[in-house]
């Protein structure tokens, strides 16, 4: 394995790592707001710091898409 497909793997791990940790916060925090008693506001902070790293992973998994393609094109010259 190159070091190019060394980087891309440990990028995907760190992607895969900011998905479910994010998915484990926003899932512990559904659950620990009402019973500390936050206000409904905070539910939206929570919700809308989740959709942020969901949408940091998408870019990223799409960035990681596109270099494999262009890796895999490059093999077959």
Request: aromatic residues 12%; glycine residues 8%; without cysteine.
């Amino acid at each position: 394995m190159g070091q190019a497909e060394q980087a891309l793997a440990r990028k995907g791990r760190v992607v895969a790592l900011v998905i479910a940790g994010a998915m484990v916060l926003w899932i512990a925090a559904q659950w620990l707001a009402p019973v500390v008693g936050l206000p409904g506001r905070f539910a939206f902070l929570f919700d809308f710091a989740a959709m942020a790293a969901l949408i940091w992973a998408m870019v990223n998994i799409y960035q990681i898409w596109r270099a494999r393609q262009t890796g895999d094109q490059a093999d077959e010259r």
